[in-house]
């Protein structure tokens, strides 16, 4: 077992190393956003956190990859990327969460990128572009509802292509978004799958669970069904097991 006192890049980090291991991982949230956290609705709270590390109950999900390296909760390019990359840490001890804000609103008006992408072999997209989000959870990019039927344990993984290109635009989408639904938009494609092929005509600052990575040009996201196990409070542990049932029966 392995207690992780952090946000989500350092569970991310860790996740990457023993994924697909015989380990369990407890997470104390302690970061500006903790989004796995947030979504399997473990305690802020260090003490209670600890406590749900110590007890047994215990919720294998799925992983996503971005080229070989590991993520729980997210992976994106464009906007989300900017917008985390110019939230330094400084401004994140200062402003908590509203250092995205500031940041976001900064990036609104960046250029978008001309994007081809594959989902399980077939053309999903082609055009221009201004932020490609991949998901395994629902509540993503600030705890917002992006994915509403997102499950971390589906073997599947959510996918959104955002095409707004100036504020009006932009006011719109984020109208949708948070109201939970995105895929209403006008400026919004959605779909999801197991694997997802992506590839721009230039270089793009990406991100995986809130972690910048340096710029590149392609793309390769999997879903890894079933290789991480987490201890969670009993009543998501519970719920997990029905649905494996259910989908069973």
């Known amino acids: 077992m392995v207690f992780i006192w952090g946000g989500d890049g350092t569970v991310q980090r860790c996740i990457d190393a023993v994924a697909g291991a015989d380990a369990v991982m407890?997470?104390?949230?302690?970061?500006?956003?903790?989004?796995l956290a947030m979504n399997l609705e473990i305690p802020d709270d260090l003490t209670e956190a600890v406590r749900v590390g110590l007890r047994v109950d215990r919720r294998l999900i799925d992983t996503g990859s971005v080229n070989g390296e590991h993520f729980t909760v997210m992976a994106g390019a464009g906007f989300d990327a900017r917008m985390i990359k110019d939230a330094n840490r400084d401004m994140k001890n200062r402003l908590g969460r509203a250092a995205y804000l500031y940041t976001g609103i900064r990036n609104l008006g960046a250029r978008?990128?001309?994007a081809t992408i594959e989902v399980d072999g077939r053309r999903f997209f082609a055009g221009q572009a201004s932020c490609v989000l991949a998901g395994n959870?629902?509540?993503?990019l600030g705890g917002v509802e992006a994915f509403p039927g997102a499950r971390p344990d589906d073997g599947l993984l959510e996918l959104g292509v955002v095409t707004a290109k100036n504020l009006l635009e932009w006011a719109r989408t984020f109208a949708r978004l948070a109201l939970?639904?995105?895929?209403?938009?006008p400026f919004v494609e959605v779909t999801r799958g197991e694997i997802i092929s992506i590839r721009f005509d230039r270089k793009l600052p990406y991100?995986?669970?809130?972690?910048?990575?340096?710029?590149?040009?392609?793309?390769r996201i999997k879903a890894r069904p079933g290789s991480i196990k987490i201890c969670v409070p009993a009543r998501v542990a519970s719920v997990s097991t029905a649905t494996a049932g259910d989908a069973h029966a």
């Open 26 to 35: 407890a997470i104390l949230p302690a970061g500006t956003a903790n989004l």
């Open 207 to 219: 991100e995986l669970d809130g972690g910048a990575r340096p710029a590149i040009r392609e793309m």
């Open 137 to 140: 959870v629902g509540k993503v």
């Open 180 to 185: 939970g639904k995105a895929a209403e938009s």
């Open 112 to 114: 978008r990128v001309k």
